[in-house]
């Protein structure tokens, strides 16, 4: 299967503070990336979707503003949750989507545990 | 609009028992459907897809999973579970149009030794 690297994988912030995660796909090209978000206890949920180059896609109820998507190369993409607030905790996961005759297939990152104090 | 429901929330079972897990979609259109399994502290692994073809999808770890389209189902079975199966499973559907996955609520599966 593909090699998708997400970092951070947990990370602790203060209420405020800005928190920026990188999701490389190390041996493939992602012409897409999906976020998705995971809070305890329930299901994965689609955030945004970013194509290379382009401006993200955001889902109903996702703030752009909030969360920044930069997908400026075919290999990384990157969320970053400005002020982030404690409400924003949750398990932030990538996927990047990799196009041609592997079109269906879904990749996903290990997740970033974001806790924000 | 595209939904993917499951009903069984937590499922505890003794080793050796066989599982089914429920899975209902809600596709207008081609239907893809994945089931996937995320152990403790893991990301999640690709358990078995299905896109079209022989309705009876087997996967890795000895789990399978049949499409029904007149029941718009897409249940998870094994014959024979182990205390490793211990985890979280989601099903979900692909709207074949943006690639995006739509997720089931999940199912956390305890296999008591």
């Known amino acids: 299967g593909a090699v998708v690297s997400q970092h951070p994988s947990w990370v602790i912030c203060k209420s405020g503070t800005s928190v920026k995660i990188e999701c490389r796909s190390l041996?493939?090209?992602?012409?897409?990336m999906f976020w998705y978000r995971q809070f305890p206890k329930q299901s994965l949920m689609l955030m945004a979707t970013?194509?290379?180059?382009?401006?993200?896609?955001?889902e109903q109820g996702v703030e752009k503003d909030k969360f920044l998507i930069n997908h400026a190369s075919l290999t990384l993409s990157t969320l970053t949750v400005t002020s982030a607030h404690p409400e924003d905790s949750s398990f932030y996961i990538c996927s990047p989507h990799r196009g041609g005759l592997a079109k269906n297939i879904q990749y996903f990152g290990a997740g970033t545990r974001l806790s924000v104090l | 609009a595209q939904s993917v429901s499951q009903h069984n929330h937590h499922v505890i079972l003794s080793e050796a028992a066989s599982l089914e897990l429920g899975c209902n979609y809600s596709y207008g259109g081609t239907v893809n459907l994945f089931w996937y399994v995320q152990y403790p502290g893991q990301h999640l692994q690709l358990l078995l897809k299905?896109?079209?073809?022989?309705?009876l999808v087997k996967g890795i770890k000895g789990f399978e999973a049949e499409f029904i389209k007149s029941k718009f189902s897409f249940n998870l079975r094994k014959p024979s579970v182990q205390w490793s199966d211990t985890a979280e499973y989601f099903c979900?559907?692909?709207?074949?149009?943006?690639?995006?996955?739509?997720f089931g609520s999940g199912t956390r599966l305890q296999v008591q030794p």
């Open positions: 970013s194509n290379e180059g382009s401006k993200a896609t955001y």
């Open positions: 299905y896109f079209s073809g022989d309705p």
């Open positions: 041996d493939f090209q992602a012409t897409t």
């Open positions: 979900a559907g692909m709207d074949t149009g943006r690639r995006a996955l739509t």
